[in-house]
């Protein structure tokens, strides 16, 4: 990434057209923003006939004068070039940069549908912006995913899903291993099929801990905490003595991010942010000395430290669930504790009515957020009374319509956006 620099002026044509050419071939580069009344020494040091920009340096490297670098680039990285391969088009395009007017070759439709928050949108997005493709972030409602989710993922019906000019795949990893064989500039597949087939069998394990890291998520006492986490472990165990069990290496495949990382680094952020929200430790340097350099070797690097998730945001998203499983083990406890059919014993009274919608209301949360509040295991009285309550005839047929609810739910959220 930082293989390539360009020192210029945001406002000077010369620069933007350099800016256009990368961006259009998706090249990821290091913006150097110059003074024009105080240039940088090495800006000088570069272009010491001229002493201007734009100056593109590659690999140590430096160019200069626009038509050179663009020339350069389009040698260099042939892959969907801007200056098009057809004699006459070349010509044209010579034609209308001297003229000032570097034509925009349409730009391929990306869109990503997603949840910001998801480590599985986070691989796609990741690796989007590590090639530096632009694309169009849809940001899905959890609550109420568009009809385009669904239209475009009816098997699974859950993102993230990447449209590429109309066109819809699915499930993170092939999405992945697509963008990488339609741009294969920042390859992040070994082109060895053996180091392939390794770096593909550590993404699987990496997809293998989600049900570990689910765990701990659903984990309501300290028994169920340290049974996650020691699972959680042993994962982890299998990943920093077997896949990142290289001093010398700053990463998987050498000194770039590859597809390993893409796929381990985005669990490590979730298990990043319940160590906070849960208050414990399951990472470090003491018990996984390998695992944690190499994250953090990860977490430098600018495009991923500008595209992981927010962890206090996710944390305080992880704490709201934690707040209503406290509420809820009260009730569990000192109020449905009995056994009793209903609160009132055989018939319903104002306490049935009181928690009635609540609970509703968190089932239709749930169902929306895939997560498991009213677990049957986690709160046994709770449960059974919920469940002793729907089947009373009058409540049954009085309770709420749930997509109703949802959709009430989605203009509620909204208008609490709008006014924060
Ligand atoms: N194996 C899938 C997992 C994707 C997944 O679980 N997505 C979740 C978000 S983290 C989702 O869309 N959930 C919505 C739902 O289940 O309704 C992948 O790699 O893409």
Redesign the pocket.
């Known amino acids: 990434m930082a293989n390539l620099k360009l020192h210029g002026f945001w406002y000077s044509p010369f620069t933007v057209r350099e800016k256009w050419t990368l961006r259009l071939k998706g090249i990821p580069y290091e913006d150097i923003e110059e003074d024009r009344f105080n240039k940088s020494l090495q800006l000088l040091e570069y272009n010491p006939g001229y002493k201007r920009a734009p100056v593109l340096v590659h690999a140590g490297k430096p160019i200069c004068e626009y038509m050179l670098i663009i020339k350069c680039i389009d040698k260099t990285w042939p892959q969907n070039p801007p200056l098009a391969i057809d004699p006459y088009e070349k010509a044209l395009i010579h034609c209308s940069c001297w003229l000032g007017d570097l034509p925009t070759r349409s730009m391929a439709d990306i869109k990503l549908h997603g ?1 910001w928050y ?1 480590p ?1 949108t986070v691989k796609v997005k990741l690796t989007l912006e590590l090639k530096g493709i632009p694309y169009e972030n849809i940001e899905e409602d ?1 609550l109420n995913m568009s009809a385009q989710v669904f239209q475009y993922n009816p098997v699974y ?4 899903v990447l449209v590429h000019d109309g066109k819809p795949i699915c ?3 092939i999405i992945v291993e697509y963008i990488d064989q339609i741009w294969p500039h920042y390859p992040l597949l070994p082109t060895d099929s053996y180091e392939r087939a390794l770096a593909r069998f550590w993404v699987k394990y990496a997809d293998d801990m989600v049900p570990a890291i689910g765990s701990l998520t659903q984990s309501s006492n300290d028994e169920e905490q340290e049974k996650a986490i020691e699972k959680i472990w042993e994962h982890l165990r299998v990943i920093e003595d077997q896949c990142f069990n290289n001093d010398v290496k700053k990463f998987f495949g050498g000194d770039t991010i590859n597809i390993v990382e893409i796929a381990v680094g985005p669990f490590l952020r979730c298990i990043e942010v319940l160590e906070e929200a849960l208050e414990v430790k399951v990472l470090g340097d003491e018990k996984f000395p390998h695992l944690q350099s190499w994250y953090n070797n990860f977490k430098d690097v600018p495009v991923i430290k500008e595209n992981l998730p927010d962890q206090s945001k996710m944390v305080a998203q992880e704490k709201a669930i934690e707040k209503i499983w406290e509420h809820l083990k009260v009730v569990e406890d000192q109020c449905f504790g009995d056994g009793k059919n209903v609160f009132g014993g055989d018939t319903i009274n104002i306490v049935d009515i009181a928690f009635g919608p609540l609970i509703t209301l968190l089932v239709v949360l749930e169902d929306a957020l ?1 997560v498991k509040i009213l677990d049957d295991e986690k709160f046994p009285h709770l449960h059974s009374w919920y469940n002793n309550f729907k089947d009373v005839p009058v409540i049954k047929e009085n309770l709420p319509d749930q997509d109703k609810i949802v959709a009430f739910i989605k203009v509620f959220r909204e208008k609490l956006i709008a006014s924060s």
């Open positions: 949840f998801s599985f959890r019906k859950r993102v993230p499930e993170s990893t895939g």
